[in-house]
C-alpha cells in the first residue's frame, strides 16, 4: 500500500471558514444589487408614469377652450375640460371643421381596486355628438359628461398614474389666470407603509407646470 498524504484538521478548517467568508461576501454583493436594482426600478416607473400624465395632460389642453373643474380661483384633485365648446354659454362647435371635433376630458383621483390605500391618477375622454354650431338660432349646449364615477365609468378610460400623493391638490386655479390651470403632480413610494425594511428607500417625484386653454379672453 502507498502512503497518501492528506489534510490536517487545521488546514480543513481554515478552508471552511474562507469559504463561509466568501459565500457570506457573495450573499452580501447580491443583496446589495437586488436592493440597487428594485430601488432603480421603482424611481423609474414612478418617473415615467407622472410624466407620461403631464404629457396626456399638456397634450389634450393644449386645444382646449373650456375649463369646468377646478373653479376659477379653487384646487381639487379633478380637472374637467372640454374642446371646441365655449367657456360661457357651453355651445358647440365654436369652430366647424376641420378644428378639432367637441370632446370633453376628465382627470381624476380614485382608489386602487386591488389596493384601497393607493390613490391613482385616471382619465376618462370622450366626444360629443354632432351639434349645431355656435352663433345659430338654436345651437347645441354641452353641460357637462352625463355620468362619471373616477376610475369605473364615464367615457373611454386610462390608468395613468399610481401611489398618487395628495398632500397637495394636484389642480388649481388659484393665484393664476382666468384661461389657465395649474398642475401639480406627484408620486411617492413610502417604503414603510409598503411593508419594506427601512434598507429601501422612499421614492418620490413630481412635476409643476401652468397651462392655458386655448380661447380669447
Known amino acids: 500500500m502507498k502512503n497518501r498524504q492528506g489534510f490536517s484538521l487545521a488546514e480543513l478548517m481554515l478552508a471552511t471558514v474562507i469559504f463561509a467568508f466568501i459565500a457570506a461576501s457573495l450573499a452580501t454583493i447580491s443583496s446589495t444589487t437586488s436592493h440597487h436594482m428594485f430601488q432603480n426600478y421603482r424611481h423609474n416607473v414612478l418617473k415615467t408614469n407622472v410624466l407620461v400624465s403631464m404629457r396626456s395632460i399638456q397634450h389634450n389642453i393644449s386645444v382646449a377652450t373650456r375649463i ?27 369652430a366647424p371643421a376641420p378644428a378639432p371635433r367637441p370632446a370633453w376630458h376628465f382627470y381624476c383621483l380614485a382608489n386602487d381596486p386591488v389596493d384601497p390605500a393607493i390613490r391613482n391618477l385616471y382619465h376618462h375622454t370622450g366626444t360629443l355628438p354632432v351639434g349645431t354650431p355656435c352663433g345659430s338660432a338654436a345651437p347645441s349646449i354641452w353641460g357637462g359628461p352625463a355620468v362619471l364615477n373616477c376610475g369605473n365609468s364615464g367615457g373611454t378610460i386610462t390608468l395613468l398614474m399610481q401611489f398618487a400623493d395628495t398632500t397637495n391638490p394636484f389642480f388649481t386655479r388659484s393665484g393664476v389666470s382666468d384661461d389657465a390651470v395649474r398642475v401639480r403632480l406627484h408620486s411617492k413610494w413610502d417604503a414603510a407603509l409598503r411593508g419594506f425594511s427601512r434598507n429601501q428607500r422612499d421614492v418620490d417625484f413630481s412635476l409643476d407646470t401652468v397651462f392655458k386653454v386655448n380661447r380669447a379672453r
Open 68 to 94: 369646468d373643474s377646478p373653479a376659477l380661483g379653487a384646487s381639487g384633485n379633478q380637472l374637467l375640460f372640454a374642446v371646441n365648446v365655449d367657456q360661457n354659454s357651453g355651445c358647440y362647435p365654436i
